[in-house]
């Protein structure tokens, strides 16, 4: 079975930081694309960021392009999104999806609470 | 970036009715067109990939149509369970990837 479980969640002062982390398993890891996709509260769904099964392709959404890095580590079966300089419209839910056929959400975490207050 | 227009923005519907929900992208975007569920308080689930396909797993009364700039997800039977909110998602060519607003859909 397909699983995806994000952690690192929680409170962040803005300016501050935090690593969010999705770890798969039930699939072979490295052959799959990995997405971050947000929702802020009461709100829909916004695309943030990409990275290739190989780490090769990485795309981001303006909104986070300078202050957000994703990166992986397939020995370890995880993609991790680091968050720096978060501001208040940060705050949000962060699923990580896998990526089927290039274009396909097939597969979501539960999702990791972020909070970015002072 | 490729924007995507859901309508309505809600609906009311009753158990056993047929309903449908629009999504019309600013450009075309061949059938690079995902719909997905979400029930409140949990992950959203693919629900029809590629504009037409059937998500394994998911009932036959879903279905998708449409390629192009103009996307339709239907329900043919409304049941208990298909109370949620409901959101298109193009993934057309290198990212930015886009979602519609959502669509809600209450019991009437």
């Known amino acids: 079975e397909v699983q995806l479980v994000e952690s690192g969640g929680g409170l962040v002062q803005p300016g501050g930081s935090l690593r969010l982390s999705c770890a798969g398993s039930?699939?072979?890891?490295?052959?799959?694309?990995i997405n971050w996709v947000r929702q802020a509260p009461g709100k829909g769904l916004e695309w943030v960021s990409y990275?290739?099964?190989?780490?090769?392709?990485?795309y981001y959404a303006d909104s986070v392009k300078g202050r957000f890095t994703i990166s992986r580590d397939n020995a370890k079966n995880s993609v991790f999104l680091q968050m720096n300089s978060p501001r208040a419209e940060d705050t949000a839910i962060y699923y990580c999806?896998?990526?089927?056929?290039?274009?396909?959400?097939?597969?979501w975490g539960q999702g990791t609470l972020v909070t970015v207050s002072s | 970036d490729i924007q995507l227009t859901q309508s309505p923005s809600s609906l009311s519907a009753s158990f056993g009715d047929r309903v449908t929900i629009t999504c019309r992208s600013s450009?075309?975007?061949?059938?690079?067109l995902n719909w997905y569920q979400q029930k409140p308080g949990k992950a959203p689930k693919l629900l029809i990939y590629?504009?037409?396909n059937l998500q394994s797993g998911v009932p036959s009364r879903f279905s998708g149509s449409g390629s192009g700039t103009d996307f339709t997800l239907t329900i043919s039977s409304l049941q208990p369970e298909d109370f949620a909110t409901y959101y298109c998602?193009?993934?057309?060519?290198?990212?930015?990837?886009?979602f519609g607003q959502g669509t809600r859909v209450e019991v009437k």
């Open positions: 998602q193009q993934s057309y060519n290198t990212p930015p990837w886009t």
């Open positions: 999806t896998r990526i089927e056929m290039i274009t396909i959400f097939d597969n």
């Open positions: 590629s504009a037409s």
């Open positions: 039930g699939f072979t890891f490295s052959a799959y694309g």
């Open positions: 990275i290739s099964g190989s780490g090769s392709a990485i």
């Open positions: 450009q075309r975007i061949d059938k690079y």
